[in-house]
């Protein structure tokens, strides 16, 4: 992971998950901060959110949390962390999760996580950047949503396949081994401002 200096995490929020789960996010936070590789994910400290950056910081990384003001009052901002921006809006969180990314992890997570996901993955297609975008199918947690990948390029809404757009690995050992080799790259992004 040479090239890459920050990774965003997108993950759930719940600790009503199963085991293998937790210790996927643990193992991803352990994984970035021993390659040197700042976390960058939305500043919770409950679910695996919270496990991501708790293992990342054991480990001595950096991790910076994103998070946005209506979310911290409710008490889930950890504030423990290397840095914590505290934004206006979901909006902006998002856009500030790429800015400060190299690249993009998403872990078992609901409705938060599919949504910042595929906007990423919209904003890659539309050549807004060029980021690596890694789906990590834990326990065939994703499988459900690349069978639905696969329908709708098999329909004709994605050209080209949603390959091109992010790869799926099925643990965090590929997760790492995906990011260390960063692919090669698409079209260059257009100059669009996010």
Not at 36 to 65: C, D, F, S
Not at 89 to 100: F, G, I, T
């Amino acid at each position: 992971m040479v090239s890459l200096s920050s990774v965003c995490v997108y993950c759930g929020s719940s600790s009503l998950v199963n085991d293998v789960y937790k210790d996927a996010a643990r193992q991803l936070g352990t994984g970035l901060a021993r390659s040197g590789v700042r976390l960058v994910y939305g500043g919770g400290r409950v679910g695996l959110m919270g496990l991501v950056a708790n293992a990342a910081l054991a480990a001595g990384g950096r991790v910076t949390g994103i998070i946005p003001d209506h979310i911290r009052a409710l008490e889930v901002g950890h504030d423990a962390l290397s840095e914590l921006l505290v934004v206006d809006s979901m909006h902006e969180r998002k856009r500030l999760m790429v800015d400060h990314s190299d690249a993009f992890v998403v872990l078992p997570g609901g409705f938060g996580t599919l949504d910042e996901a595929f906007e990423v993955v919209t904003w890659k297609q539309l050549r807004l950047h060029d980021k690596p975008i890694i789906i990590a199918d834990i326990a065939g947690y994703w499988a459900p949503l690349v069978k639905l990948m696969e329908h709708i390029t098999a329909e004709g809404f994605v050209s080209g396949g949603y390959q091109r757009l992010f790869t799926v690995v099925r643990d965090i050992d590929g997760v790492l081994d995906a990011l260390q080799s960063r692919p090669e790259s698409a079209p260059p992004p257009r100059s669009v401002s996010l």
